[in-house]
């Protein structure tokens, strides 16, 4: 059983930074794609970053683009989003998912997914 458990959230001033963590364990996937998505109160939960299974490729949502950084690690179990110049829109849950196939801006086809970590920027 796949396991996503996210860290590194917390409340940060506009303009700061926070970097989130990933740990994946149980995949027996050989090849998988890792991305990040939020969600904030009473809106639908939204790609933000997502990165291949040897990091060489990663795709990025228009609103974050330039300000955050997705990566993940030589074992490819841990997967990091160094997000930088954070604004109060960025407040939400982020969340990390795991998919061997499928279209990466799309929530529903991921079928593993964390618990969420709480995000606060505040003015």
């Known amino acids: 059983q796949v396991q996503l458990v996210e860290s590194g959230g917390g409340l940060v001033q506009a303009g700061g930074s926070l970097r989130l963590s990933c740990a994946a364990s149980g995949s027996t996937f050989t090849t998988y794609t890792r991305a990040w998505f939020r969600q904030a109160p009473g809106k639908a939960r939204e790609f933000v970053a997502a990165?291949?299974?040897?990091?060489?490729?990663?795709d990025y949502a228009a609103a974050v683009k330039d300000r955050f950084t997705v990566s993940r690690d030589s074992t490819k179990e841990t997967v990091f989003l160094q997000m930088n110049t954070l604004k109060p829109e960025d407040s939400a849950v982020y969340y990390c998912?795991?998919?061997?196939?499928?279209?990466?801006?799309?929530?529903?086809?991921?079928?593993?997914w964390g618990q969420g970590t709480q995000v606060t920027v505040s003015l």
């Open positions: 990165i291949s299974d040897i990091g060489d490729i990663t």
């Open positions: 998912a795991l998919q061997s196939v499928g279209t990466w801006q799309r929530a529903s086809d991921y079928p593993y």
